[in-house]
């Protein structure tokens, strides 16, 4: 007996109200998943300070430098827990935000030149403010604290996240888009930034073994359905040990191996083609799979992990601590975090938005960019990271930075708090509103109602 198989009906094209709506959903889930991982790393951070400040510090920071080794024969390698959580465990945490990146700019506001122009701008007006002010603080203080100048450009996604999830339960959708886009521009700068400044003894060979294997990887992740048959949810299985490889080689070459997280994602396809055997949509590509697998991990384990190894700074009681923050280096990463982001970001938009056809995203107002430029400033995690390579990890200048970064972002949380915070009473009748689906279809008539302006 002979059976015929149908052909497979392509999807029907997403209408630009749906588009958005599910854009929406999209940012939805990364806001919920990362308030939960802005409250570990918070706590992280705080037991990593009293542990560092406790009686046993001394077996914190002894367990942190405590080196493992892996053996081959006549061959070993070796790396410290310390190095562990930051170039391992947080090459997850970028893996996720170069995921994030690409579907921006696949699926998201990024694939709209004129709309992805603002963030884009406004990201990099947010990276350059910060490092000349923090020059201009430092500049008379030596070549090694200026070599800290990039503390201050980094913004965490994690914290900014959970703090607007927190306070601004009630703003626009476009504000907490906008936030994302800006703040994962704001990653990939940063891992530029790395690969290229804190770069020391480079290894030319490890590092085309790395790009090779990474064009394994690339071809993998794109044809694994043709070369393995593999459904979607288990390509995984496969493509893991080969990222390993990649990280392990980049690690080895000298480039800081969490741009190995990055380069790997953007391989990773965002939409599917044709068919999809597994019940996940037509539409739904491996990036949105492994974001789905991976967060729990990054937000759960490799941050935290990462905060805990990474934010332990032996104050030395109070004397130590003002000493500290009256410190050129401190000062200029806290101004650099506080009042740079705020400048650089809100003045950068300003001039793209005076460009014809460029304007802020409908919906917000410039009070609530203010807002969203001083979250911005919470450095944290990319910021400690930087901490380290500027100036090795437990040193006195590392400390002394690590402290202005706390700082830092502690003042930029609460200010970007209650300014936000005023501003979500405002918005939220506006929320009811764009919630009442009255045609029962699951799409808010308000999208629909965009579509038909469109």
Do not use: C
Request: hydrophobic share 55%.
């Amino acid at each position: 007996m002979t059976t015929h198989s149908s052909p497979t009906t392509p999807p029907a094209p997403l209408s630009p109200g749906e588009e958005r709506y599910r854009e929406s959903l999209w940012i939805e889930r990364i806001l919920s998943r990362e308030t939960v991982g802005g409250v570990l790393l918070l706590a992280a951070t705080v037991l990593a300070l009293i542990v560092a400040n406790s009686p046993i510090a001394g077996d914190y920071f002894g367990f942190r430098s405590t080196y493992l080794q892996v053996s081959f024969g006549d061959l070993f390698w070796e790396i410290s827990v310390g190095k562990i959580a930051a170039d391992g465990l947080l090459a997850i945490f970028f893996f996720l935000a170069g995921l994030e990146l690409k579907r921006e700019f696949v699926a998201g506001e990024l694939r709209d030149p004129r709309k992805a122009l603002v963030p884009v701008v406004a990201a990099v007006g947010g990276v350059v403010v910060p490092a000349v002010i923090f020059w201009v603080i430092a500049r008379n203080e030596g070549p090694e604290i200026l070599r800290g100048w990039a503390i201050p450009v980094a913004t965490d996604i994690a914290f900014a996240l959970a703090v607007l999830a927190v306070v601004g339960t009630a703003l626009p959708m476009a504000l907490r888009t906008f936030l994302l886009t800006l703040a994962v521009v704001d990653d990939l700068l940063a891992i530029g930034i790395i690969a290229f400044f804190y770069t020391d003894d480079l290894a030319p060979w490890y590092l085309v073994g790395s790009f090779a294997m990474l064009a394994v990887y690339g071809l993998l992740a794109q044809r694994y359905q043709e070369f393995f048959h593999l459904r979607a949810a288990a390509a995984w299985l496969i493509l893991l040990p080969i990222g390993v490889i990649v990280w392990f080689l980049m690690f080895s070459s000298g480039v800081h191996a969490t741009v190995a997280g990055v380069l790997l994602a953007f391989t990773v396809p965002v939409r599917r083609k044709g068919g999809d055997e597994d019940g996940l949509g037509p539409r739904t590509g491996l990036a949105e799979i492994f974001e789905h697998r991976y967060r729990p991990l990054s937000a759960g384990v490799a941050v935290p992990v990462f905060a805990f190894f990474s934010a332990g700074v032996a104050v030395g009681g109070w004397d130590g601590f003002v000493g500290a923050i009256t410190s050129p280096l401190a000062i200029g990463i806290i101004v650099g975090l506080v009042v740079g982001k705020t400048v650089g970001i809100t003045l950068a938009t300003w001039l793209v938005t005076r460009l014809p056809g460029f304007s802020l995203p409908r919906g917000i107002q410039w009070v609530d960019l203010l807002g969203l430029s001083l979250l911005a400033g919470m450095g944290f995690t990319v910021s400690l990271l930087i901490s380290e390579l500027a100036f090795e990890q437990g040193s006195p200048l590392d400390d002394v930075g690590k402290v202005g970064i706390l700082i830092g972002s502690l003042i930029a949380a609460a200010l970007a708090a209650v300014l936000l915070g005023s501003r979500n009473r405002r918005y939220r009748r506006q929320l009811v509103q764009e919630q009442i689906d009255a045609d029962g279809d699951g799409v808010p008539d308000v999208h629909q109602k965009d579509s038909a302006m469109s």
